[in-house]
């Protein structure tokens, strides 16, 4: 038989406290990352959320809509407006699948590609902005990847 595990106690009086809040540490330091990332960005001239559409391109070329969502936690209402300004752009191509015209293939253009040379020097210049070290930071990345994981878990 599985062991339940016991609810945790929190202090009434703090509960609610706005500081006392990981959600709210969460949400802060998204705010304060991607205003960073926007500085940077743009001499790219994206947006956060393209440069995370490019990153799963650079990665993996000529894949699904659908596996960029996956990768990027988004759901295909969010992201076909998002494709379609990086399209306008001319750094994707979109393109129905052969086998299943329901699937929409994203491609980099020559444009994408050569965006990513560029993109290089993003890393270094969000690292330096954190003032933290690599290992500091990698730590943390994965802290938030094992909670992203259980929140989905119990979502």
Do not use: H
């Not at 659908?66 to 076909?80: H, K, M, N, Q, V």
């Not at 994707?92 to 050569?114: F, M, P």
């Not at 040379?117 to 500091?136: D, M, N």
Request: with cysteine.
């Amino acid at each position: 038989m599985k062991q339940q595990a016991s609810t945790p106690t929190i202090d009434p009086k703090s509960s609610l406290l706005l500081d006392q809040q990981i959600c709210f540490a969460l949400y802060s330091t998204s705010l304060a990352m991607t205003k960073i990332y926007r500085k940077v960005l743009t001499e790219l001239g994206l947006t956060y959320p393209q440069y995370l559409v490019m990153m799963v391109l650079w990665e993996k070329d000529e894949v699904t809509v659908s596996e960029i969502g996956e990768r990027l936690f988004l759901d295909s209402a969010t992201l076909t407006p998002l494709l379609k300004r990086i399209e306008a752009l001319d750094l994707i191509a979109r393109t129905r699948a052969v086998k299943d015209e329901r699937q929409v293939i994203v491609t980099l253009t020559s444009a994408g590609k050569k965006l990513r040379k560029q993109a290089e020097s993003i890393p270094v210049s969000i690292l330096c902005a954190t003032g933290c070290e690599p290992a500091e930071l990698m730590e943390i990345k994965n802290s938030l990847a094992k909670l992203r994981s259980k929140l989905i878990d119990a979502s």
